[in-house]
């Protein structure tokens, strides 16, 4: 994410909150495997318990990027926010979900088509550990307990980097592959690895899709592109000399 400023704790961004609508980002929720080259995508299940508790506290209401895309003015409580996942990992059914529902939240989770109920091929093939996405029963849990799905491609590449005719493929097959599996639209996109060109972009338009996500660092302000929509990554902020210094003088944590 640009800046690598991530969100761990509310009160840094309460005036940013105020321009536009934050859309987190999430993939996994849980502990991280002790092999993973990928810590930052995992976030422990007490964190994303203190973070929903925060937002809950904070009077913050979950919006679906519907809505989120459709406001055009800014959000004057600043007490909006969309909750978005990657991947679709079981976990964030069966770890994130539990503790959503206690807060009376609700999220999109991004499914790479082609591989729902398999794993995370796209990293297991540069040494990662596989991770298990959900598979049809599941994603059924998943919008049974009001939650939404997106299409994240059918086999996660970069768009930008493959023929025009297969980047095609990925945003229009994907949205294909889920609207038939579950009898729903499908209006929401997410770029893999947040890679995208005006070209790219110009195909999720094109596929019928109503929005899309990034990850260029911001929030959602009134008028902006829908296809283009900053996003905020969640992690734990670690200690090192930068940070302490940062929460000494307010500012948000790296
Ligand atoms: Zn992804």
């Avoid at 660092?217 to 302490?244: K, M, Q, T």
């Amino acid at each position: 994410m640009k800046k690598d400023i991530h969100f761990t704790k509310l009160a840094p961004f309460r005036e940013m909150f105020r321009q536009g609508i934050p859309v987190i980002c999430y993939h996994k929720v849980g502990r991280k495997p002790l092999r993973t080259k990928l810590r930052g995508i995992y976030v422990t299940r007490n964190f994303f318990r203190q973070q929903m508790r925060e937002l809950q506290q904070g009077g913050f209401r979950t919006v679906t990027l519907d809505e989120c895309a459709m406001t055009t003015t800014p959000p004057d409580d600043g007490k909006k926010v969309v909750l978005t996942f990657d991947d679709g990992s079981v976990t964030a059914l069966k770890n994130a979900g539990p503790i959503m529902a206690g807060a009376g939240f609700t999220a999109i989770n991004y499914l790479v088509a082609d591989l729902m109920g398999g794993f995370n091929a796209w990293d297991v093939v540069h040494g990662e550990v596989p991770d298990r996405l959900m598979d049809e029963a599941q994603v059924r849990d998943w919008m049974a307990a009001g939650h939404e799905i997106g299409a994240h491609t059918r086999t996660h590449p970069r768009l930008s980097k493959i023929s025009h005719a297969q980047a095609r493929e990925e945003i229009f097959g994907s949205k294909k592959i889920l609207e038939d599996r579950f009898g729903i639209p499908i209006h929401h996109f997410c770029y893999p690895y947040g890679d995208l060109s005006p070209s790219v972009r110009d195909l999720v338009a094109e596929a019928g899709y109503a929005t899309a996500v990034t990850t260029q660092w911001g929030v959602h302000e009134p008028g902006g592109d829908p296809f283009l929509i900053p996003r905020l990554g969640a992690r734990a902020y670690s200690f090192n000399f930068r940070n302490v210094f940062r929460r000494l003088l307010g500012r948000p944590l790296e």
